[in-house]
């Protein structure tokens, strides 16, 4: 917000503000410190659209790079391309002079390997199933990690028994309007944890993860990425906008949309989590999320101007 108010571009306002918890070794979510691939090798994913000259660029399945977000804006501004994926971005990445470095983070690290340790279990998370094959938590099997990591306290071992077996699923969409009406927006991950390895998600894929188009506005999704492919779910939201519905509106229909794909089945849809959130040009924003929180309502940022504050999602279904 304070580069927008300098009068920065708004895709660079967008990309320096996603590049604070891309560069956070603390988040897994989100570039360095990205919980990892089945092979403990985090890739990330990301995607941007400039609103103004209607451009776009994405990177999928990236490794080494901290800031995938800022090799979509140099894949959009260099290139004829919209995407590069794998050892393809890396390496185009490091034409630009980035450096390539490990990304996995001594705790990313330790929820990878505890990962591996909880294969043994039966409600383990496997990725070799389909959606519709029931995961039963199972209570932390303490005493045996203690024995495997016996320098690793209690909390942080019950936080990675908690990730191996509901892999998390973070990223960041981030909308940017200024004052002369320009619209960007960005999208970048480091997606499933312990997916397969060269999964790309919803994230990078404009008309998915994020998608602009400067007459209307913008929308982008987190959650699970499958889900969000399936309906085309950014493209989704901003056309609805465009026929005139509110951002509120037009998020709700995606998270509709969602839901028909199991036919409503509430006890299939328990099992995901999915969130689309809505800029409009006039300013008008929403999100949604398929699921209420179970206890605190599913919020988004926002800032416009003043303070940055949380704002309630819409919600299909009630949690809990
Ligand atoms: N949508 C991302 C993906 O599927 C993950 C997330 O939003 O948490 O890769």
């Known amino acids: 917000m304070e580069m927008l108010q300098q009068g920065a571009d708004t895709l660079d306002a967008v990309i320096a503000g996603v590049n604070i918890v891309e560069l956070d070794p603390n988040d897994t979510s989100v570039g360095y410190g990205g919980l990892p691939n089945e092979d403990g090798v985090p890739e990330l994913d990301s995607c941007v659209t400039h609103g103004p000259t209607r451009r776009c660029g994405a990177v999928g399945a990236i490794r080494g790079i901290k800031t995938p977000s800022k090799i979509a804006k140099l894949v959009m501004d260099h290139t004829t391309h919209v995407m590069i994926v794998g050892e393809g971005a890396t ?92 619209m960007s927006g960005v999208t970048t991950t480091s997606g499933l944890a312990w997916k397969i390895p060269g999964r790309v998600g919803d994230s990078p894929i404009i008309g998915a993860g994020l998608f602009l188009d400067q007459d ?57 989590d999915i969130q689309f959130y809505a800029l409009r040009k006039d300013g008008e924003h929403a999100a949604g999320s398929l699921w209420s929180g179970a206890k605190t309502p599913v919020q988004y940022s926002v800032n416009d101007g003043g303070d ?11 949690r809990g």
């Open 216 to 272: 209307v506005g913008g929308a982008g999704s987190t959650g699970v990425g499958e889900e969000n492919i399936r309906i085309a779910g950014g493209h989704t939201v901003v056309e609805n906008m465009r026929h005139g519905m509110h951002p509120k509106d037009a998020v709700m229909d995606a998270l509709k949309r969602v839901s028909r794909n199991y036919n409503d089945d509430k006890s299939k849809l328990a099992k995901l």
């Open 91 to 182: 390496r185009f990445a490091k034409a630009y002079g980035y450096k390539e470095e490990d990304l996995l983070t001594e705790k990313s690290r330790l929820a990878w390997l505890v990962w591996k340790q909880s294969l043994r279990s039966p409600s383990a998370f496997n990725n070799w199933i389909s959606m519709d094959q029931n995961l039963t938590a199972e209570n932390v099997p303490l005493k045996r990690l203690k024995e495997a990591f016996p320098d690793v306290d209690e909390n942080t071992l019950a936080w990675a028994w908690d990730k191996a077996i509901h892999p998390t699923y973070g990223t960041i969409n981030c909308l940017s309007l200024n004052e002369k009406g320009e």
């Open 308 to 318: 940055s504050r949380h704002e309630p999602c819409v919600f299909l279904y009630r």
